[in-house]
Nanobody
Framework: QVQVVESGGGLVQAGGSLRLSCAVSGRFFSTYSMAWFRQAPGKEREFVAAVNWSNFSTYYADFVKGRFTISRDNAKNTVYLQMNGLKPEDTAAYYC????????????????WGQGTQVTVSS
């Protein structure tokens, strides 16, 4: 079984930074693309960032470009999301996902999900 566990969320003031971590159990971490999605209250879950399993290419939603950075450490079975310049509109539950999607921005391609970690940005 593959388990996905996020950590690192919390309360931060606007302009601050947080680093989310996502640990994945199992032997096949290096073969999974990894992604972060988020869901704010009353809104649908949306794509934030992804990192490809094969060439480490990264992908970002337009609203986080230049502020967030996704990275992965295959030796630690962990993916990170460094979030800088946080805004109140970044407040959401952040979910980590693992899979081999044809479209890294689509939730449908990720069979393994964590429970989420809450990020709250105060103004």
């Amino acid at each position: 079984q593959v388990q996905v566990v996020e950590s690192g969320g919390g309360l931060v003031q606007a302009g601050g930074s947080l680093r989310l971590s996502c640990a994945v159990s199992g032997r096949f971490f290096s073969t999974y693309s990894m992604a972060w999605f988020r869901q704010a209250p009353g809104k649908e879950r949306e794509f934030v960032a992804a990192v490809n399993w094969s060439n480490f290419s990264t992908y970002y939603a337009d609203f986080v470009k230049g502020r967030f950075t996704i990275s992965r450490d295959n030796a630690k079975n962990t993916v990170y999301l460094q979030m800088n310049g946080l805004k109140p509109e970044d407040t959401a539950a952040y979910y980590c996902a693992a899979g081999v999607p044809s479209n890294v921005r689509s939730q449908a391609g990720y069979p393994y999900w964590g429970q989420g970690t809450q990020v709250t940005v105060s103004s």
